[in-house]
Structure formats: C-alpha cells, structure tokens
DNA sequence: CGCGAGAACTTGTCTAGACGACTAGCTCTC
DNA sequence: GAGAGCTAGTCGTCTAGACAAGTTCTCGCG
C-alpha cells in the first residue's frame, strides 16, 4: 500500500472507451518502464489494486494477467505478483562450433558459461536410435533411421536449453558418437576423426510460444517465447552428417552472427 | 455443436488434481494438434463448451485464453473462437544484403517478395535528423546525432516487419540517403559510392513478447512473439556505418544463416 | 530459546449472472 | 433487386461473491 499511497499508481479515466482492466494494465506497465517498480520489486496486491480503483478482483486479475503474457510480470502463488528480473543473457557467437574453437576438453557451453562466470550443468542426457520424423529425415538426405542424442543445459541450475542432435545411423552406430561420453571436442571433433570433414553449417532460427512441455523442461514462466533453432552440418563431400534442433529460453539469449558483405 | 456431438471433446476427470480450465485447454489442444479440428476452423462457442462441459462461462474463457496465448487459436468479436492459420513463411537467407545480390533497381524485400508470389508494400516512411538512444550511439562509435530512416513492410496487405536505419550524422547529411527513395541499390549502395567499401554485418537476434506498441503496428494477434534483429554494417576501416533496427512478426519468418566450419 | 500452531495475507480456481458490442443472416420495405 | 432494420448468436467486459492452497509472521507453549 506504500506503493499506492506514494502515488505510484493514479485513477482511472470513465469517459475514456478503453476497458478498465486495460487502463489498469496500462498504468501498472507505464509505471515499470518508467522504473517506479524496480526489477523483482512486488507490486501492490490483488486486493489492493481492487481498493485503489475500486473495481473487481477479476478486473484486476484479468489487467495483471496482460501484463503476464507480455512477460513484464510474473505471479507467485502466496507470495504476490512481481516485476520479472531479467536474467543474464547468454550470447551465442555464430562462430562457437568453428574448427578452431573447438576446445580439446570441454563443450563449447561449458567453456562460454564458465568464461561468463556461470555454473554450467548438462542432464537429462540421453542416446538411442530411433525413427526421425519426416521433417529431420529429409533434412539428413532421406535418412529412415538415426542416432538421436538428447540432452538439456542449466546456467546456475536453471534451465536454458534444449538439445537432440540426429545422426544418420550408419554413420554413428557403434563409435563413441554413439556413447554418452562422445569425447574430447565432442560429436564434431569424432566425426572429423570418421573423415567427414566438416564444411558449413546452415542455420534456421524461428521463434514461437512454447509447447506445455517445453514450459515444463525450461521452466518457463509465461510471457517468455522459446527461440527455435535448427542446425545441419555438412561435411565437404556435401552431405548432411548432423542436424541439430534446440529450444532455448528467449530470455536466456542472444544469438549473434557476424556475416561478410561480399 | 456437431463438433461436440461428434466426439471431439471428451469429458473432464473429476479425480485428476489439474484444474478444470487446463484439463478443458488440454482437451482442445489435443484435438487441435491431431488435426481434429483443422487450421481456420472454428472452435465450438463458449455457450456450446459451457453446456458440454458443464462449467461455468469465466472457466471456458480461462482454458481459451491459455490456448490464446499459446498462439494456437484467435478469437474475432462476434464471429467465434478459431484455430489460427499459419501464415506464409518468409525465409531471410543470411547474405541477402552481399554486394552480389545487390540488386539495382528493387530492395531486398521486394525482390524476395514477388519472388514468393506476395505483393510487397513500403509505408510509414519517415527519414529525420535525431539523437539517438544511448545503445544505438554505442554501436555507432558514440554517434551524437544520426539520420534515422523508418519504414514498415507488408506482404499481402499484412504488416511483417518494422525496421529503423541509424547512420551517422556527418556520413549521410546532404546525400541522397537522407532522401525518402535513396535510388538504386538502397543505402548501401550509397554508402559504397561515398568511399565506404562494406566489410562485413552483425546481426544479434533476440524473441520477446512485443509492446503495445508493435501489437498495434504490427497488428499481431496475441500470442505472437516478435524476433528483434540488431543488424550493424562496418566499412573496410572498421567504422560502423549503419545499424538497422528491425522488429518482425515471429510467425511469419525463419531466419537462415550459413556459416563455415573453419 | 526453539519450535509448532495458527492467523493473516497472498494468489489460484470457480460460480452465476448481467450488460455491451460486433457479426451474419433474415425479413420487410421501397 | 437493393437497402434498411431486426434478431439471434457470438465474444468482451464487469460484478460480487466463495473456497482452496501457498507463504509469512507472530505468538504462545514447552
């Protein structure tokens, strides 16, 4: 009530033709932008936005819920309603799988994490053969069965991404591409080793609101979209010996690629 | 109601501890994902899910709005509740703006528009003198002032994309870039005639829920997100030159970017 | 002093109803 | 036949409650 009191919040306009749970939404996100509820900070509660403007506690649900879905504020149950923090983004170079980054112990996510400071963490690790479906099939020149190597990676114990590599079977069955452990450089580095050189990767990146399940495995509160990005690595005779397909956390991240003008 | 008679939608499980709203959202999620009810069809009316699932009108509209801002389904006053078509995709490749694919009469959009069989349109055209934001200056070398240049693409009569150039002051004062139609080829060609011999590009992507703002230019129905793409081009000297500003309709892009393995 | 019970406060879920605004199809009139 | 107006159906907004479930703090008991 503080927040009230002190005048954060002013009244609402009865001639305006604006809904009154818009005008309230309006309010409450004017006054985060303009920073007069700071970072984390909790906003007034439920009951007393009802008495400040004197309306409906699903009037006000229905304002906070608006600001929920464009991921300014995020509630906790018991708690109450607060500014979403942004967290640290990481920034994906689009030269981390380069030849000559390829860092003889570690994944490049253990590598970037550790140089930002952060606590890295891979689980849910899991390698099996398995059907693709007719979309990852394609994209590995027809390929009817591959080896699909799953696995999601924390920062600092929150989840951020979500990866399945697909290999074509009779290329990574029964090499340590085919292990948990794939070894010092990762898949990459083995498949160098098989003599698939590699030549160029192609990227899609695509945005899009998460699945339920997507929510669930990244933790993700609502508001924050997923990046979607697909990767397929071609080796120098020209075929595709990998595809990659993540799902990251939007908030999480910053993919930045550097692109020659020629 | 022949969807409901139909069997589409089952009943709820009074055992499970989901509550109602998700279970009914779950239900017409299903259905929607198995092809039970197809892209641009309409959903049954709140009144028909009301009786079919004996609940009250605020609990349907509670599953609705989660469906809502999963970006599966739309709904239009008046008419109905419906599952949101996909639009027409437009793939970005990562070297449309090389010297090669320069094009001397067309921009990149219109080119790569009428190529997909779309009817490509440039509004809200504005180029001014301005102070730029404290991030754009960075970028620009701590630029003080710039010539800024907006404009908004439509495919189709459908807003996509909404894009902002910055340039330096003293680079693009008095050229023809500070003209509305800066001629054949587009800025860049222009700044390659005024002596700065493009290097190279970053782009940084971002996702985020838009603004009110950009829902309203962009005219995005909910549950959309926005890709924001932060595009920086640099002459032979290392000077930073422009940096563009784009924000555009996530469902209706797919970004393409081919890197090499080196 | 430690700790458990409880009170007070928070958000989550749900009901039952009211009225407004928009759409589409129908009918009636000119 | 064309247009105006009516009407039924749809979603949009809002009210006034109720109970559930999670969190935090206090207070009293041992």
Redesign the interface.
Known sequence: MAALSSGILGALDPTSDRAVFRQIA?QI?EAIDKGRFKEGAKLPSESELVEHFGVSR?TVRNAL?ILQ???LVSSEHGKGVFVRPRPPVRRLA??R????HRDQGKSAFTVEAEAAGSKPEVDSLEVREEKPVPDISARLGSARKVLARRRRYLLDGRPVEFAVSYLPLDLARGTQIAEPNPGPGGIYARLEELGHR???????????????AEVKTLRLS??????SLIRT?YDTEGRAVEVCDTVMA??A??????????
Not at 97 to 100: C, D, L, V
Not at 222 to 227: D, F, K, L, M, R
Not at 253 to 262: D, I, K, S
Request: charge should be negative; proline fraction near 9%.
């Open positions: 309006d996100r699903m819920s879905s464009e991921g689009s030269d799988f380069a030849r000559r590699l030549d160029h990767f192609d990227e899609e990146v695509r945005a899009r609101m998460p699945s339920p609502s508001g924050v979209p997923v990046i690595a939007a908030d991240y910053v993919l930045a690629y550097q692109l020659p003008a020629n």
